[in-house]
């Protein structure tokens, strides 16, 4: 009788382990892929609020190159990195610009797009060149917090004042209501700002700078890094970037001008 429910518990204990284990492989397909969905057509909802734009393609296709499945977390561009940091994400793939700072923080994978920052700025503060953005004294910067665009100013601008905000929205209705001078941002953003208060903003189309966009990873996460760059290097082999240019490319030329093929060049 005892050896019975000796061997009762065995198989008990047998049963739960493989059942934890196989809760811990379905956990280990999962890839958290974190950005915020705000930037249309790079991360953005439908209007059934599911994920989708360039980035959730890119993110999609890098899950099917890693056998996973792709959960996409949609954060505050300024909780990005603390999430990945805390493991509440794996993975950003949200436009973020690789810089010196973040790298101090964590792994960026080699770039796989390239952003130009141009300029919203308001019609009244007299910036009209890069130049006047970066020589005058005093000009006032706003940004969502952690946008590299205000450490550019802080290591460019004469003298800057930096606005920091938590998203884009009140970043540029700070701008429209004068109390910032300039909105340094990505191509989309600073023409969706200056249609949006066409009254009293403006674009300077000539780039404040080029940044080259990664997808961030933590620092101990060799392997995945590895892969990661891997897929970057084959996105034109893959199809990746054939699928974005059919399904994104008139809609980037609706709003900037430029196609996709403008964010794939350093220059």
């Known amino acids: 009788m005892r050896k019975n429910i000796v061997v009762v518990l065995l198989i008990v204990v047998l049963i739960l382990s493989l059942s934890s284990c196989a809760s811990n492989d379905k956990k280990a397909e999962v890839l958290k892929v974190g950005m915020e969905l705000k930037w249309p057509p790079f991360e953005m909802t439908n209007t059934d609020g599911k994920a989708e734009g360039i980035s959730v393609v890119i993110a999609e296709e890098l899950g099917k190159y890693l056998g996973k499945e792709v959960e ?32 101090k923080k964590i792994a960026f994978s080699e ?49 800057p004042k930096i606005l920091a905000f938590d998203d884009k929205a009140t970043a540029s ?35 404040a700078d080029v940044s080259p966009i990664g997808m961030g990873m933590r620092q101990e996460d060799t392997e995945l890094k590895a892969k990661v760059d891997e897929f ?18 008139d809609i980037l030329k609706e709003k900037v001008g430029k196609g996709y093929e403008f964010y794939l060049n350093e220059k």
């Open 232 to 249: 970057i290097s084959k996105m034109e082999e893959l199809g990746v970037n054939d699928k974005i240019r059919k399904e994104y490319d």
């Open 72 to 103: 996409v977390v949609d954060l505050a561009f300024g909780s990005l990195i603390p999430a990945l940091e805390t493991k509440k994400i794996d993975i950003i793939i949200g436009s973020m610009g690789i810089t010196e700072e973040r790298k």
């Open 111 to 159: 770039p796989y797009m390239y952003f130009k920052l141009i300029s919203a700025v308001n019609k009244n503060s007299g910036i009209k060149t890069i130049d006047d953005l970066f020589s005058k004294e005093g000009v006032r910067f706003v940004a969502p917090k952690g946008f590299s665009s205000l450490e550019l100013a802080r290591q460019k601008a004469n003298n």
């Open 173 to 207: 209705l700070e701008l429209a209501n004068g109390n910032a001078d300039v909105f340094i941002v990505d191509a989309v953003s600073a023409v969706s700002v200056a249609r949006t208060y066409p009254d009293k903003i403006e674009v300077i189309y000539e780039p």
